[in-house]
């Protein structure tokens, strides 16, 4: 009899996500489903952001649950339906824009200098919308 305890959601969702697949194999409930979206602009609350280039988004989701996660600039979203998740990402990437784009590099640590930097290069316009 194993005696191991039953894994955390957080471990599930983490095993779910190192798995190899691809979204035209995937099933709806046993594996999970990934693919790439391609924003060239992103709303978050009352605030626009445009963009230079395309921002390449993973999204991976699964029964439990799913991420949104782009490298450049490296901002992921988490959430238990897809929708929580997107919204998440959008929520840290305005986050970031207001509080690191803006700050002097003094005040900041090298990543998230770095994180700035990706941002700046990024976006090229941010509008509050009326």
Request: charge should be negative; aromatic fraction near 8%.
């Amino acid at each position: 009899m194993d005696t191991a305890t039953a894994p955390t959601e957080f471990e599930k969702l983490s095993i779910g996500l190192h798995r190899e697949t691809d979204a035209s194999n995937a099933t709806q409930h046993n594996k999970p489903h990934e693919e790439t979206i391609y924003l060239a602009k992103l709303a978050c609350g009352n605030k626009d952001f445009l963009f230079s280039r395309e921002l390449v988004i993973k999204v991976t989701g699964s029964e439990e649950g799913w991420i949104f996660k782009s490298e450049d600039p490296e901002i992921v979203g988490f959430g238990l339906q897809r929708q929580d998740a997107l919204l998440a990402f959008r929520q840290d990437f305005a986050t970031c824009w207001d509080v690191i784009a803006s700050k002097d590099d003094s005040l900041l640590t090298l990543d998230a200098i770095d994180l700035k930097n990706s941002l700046k290069s990024l976006v090229t316009d941010s509008r509050v919308v009326e």
